[in-house]
């Protein structure tokens, strides 16, 4: 049973272009939430959602940022127009639909440059 | 009322030491205390966790304690060993293990050989 896949693991971006992250849940997972690291912080809720629906969006950025969850394939965390401030650890997590507990990915570390 | 508090930010100790990381917490809602044990690269994986009913948990050689009237809780490490140096996350949440956590900053643990 392969774990919450994240990709690209490393991902550099001119400012001003588009960032687009990937995650596919463990098996079975419905619910995926995505957490960000910066440099020497610990990580910060951005946005829960289960397939097709945003549950709590209350930890991302007003602009720019956006997340989905399709009805099939991976979730995507959207970044546009990325700034330095952007440079981060993005990690998802997926949890089953009781919610009991979640499971992280490896991350998807982003440089803008 | 979201925060949580982690120190120290980083320690040292010799192998079979007893590291201790602390934390506190301000928002009396949460009902779930885990922590978390993040490799360099990888993504943090869920080590042990508490519920406020309890002033102590032990997994093996990892302890939490508890103090539900100060807001604060700890851990343990028994025997400290190399293999555990890493970086460790205390977080908080409502709702119990299905809420948003809310992390402390880290604390980076070295266990020398």
């Known amino acids: 049973n392969a774990g919450v896949m994240q990709n690209p693991r490393h991902l550099v971006r001119r400012r001003g272009q588009e960032a687009r992250l990937r995650c596919s849940p463990m098996?079975?997972?419905?619910?995926v939430y995505w957490y960000r690291q910066l440099p020497e912080e610990g990580l910060k809720f951005m946005v829960y959602l289960q397939k097709e629906n945003i549950i709590d969006e209350s930890g991302m950025p007003k602009e720019r940022f956006s997340a989905e969850f399709p009805k099939e394939g991976p979730s995507i965390l959207r970044i546009q127009q990325v700034v330095r401030g952007d440079s981060a650890a993005y990690f998802c997590?997926?949890?089953?639909?009781?919610?009991?507990?979640?499971?992280f990915g490896s991350g998807t570390r982003l440089t803008v440059v | 009322q979201q925060q949580v508090k982690q120190s120290p930010q980083s320690l040292i100790v010799q192998k079979g030491g007893i590291p201790i990381i602390n934390c506190a917490y301000e928002n009396t809602a949460f009902d779930y205390f885990p922590w978390y044990q993040q490799f360099p690269g990888k993504g943090p994986a869920l080590l042990i966790a508490?519920?406020?009913?309890?002033s102590e948990k032990k997994e093996g050689r990892f302890t939490i304690s508890f103090n539900k009237s100060a807001k604060q809780f700890s851990l343990h490490i028994m025997d400290s060993q190399p293999g555990d140096s890493a970086t460790y996350f205390c977080a908080g949440a409502y709702g119990g293990s299905q809420g948003n956590l809310i992390f402390g900053k880290g604390t980076k643990l070295s266990v020398k050989p």
């Open positions: 508490i519920r406020p009913d309890v």
């Open positions: 098996k079975g997972h419905s619910h």
């Open positions: 997590a997926s949890s089953p639909p009781s919610r009991a507990g979640y499971t």
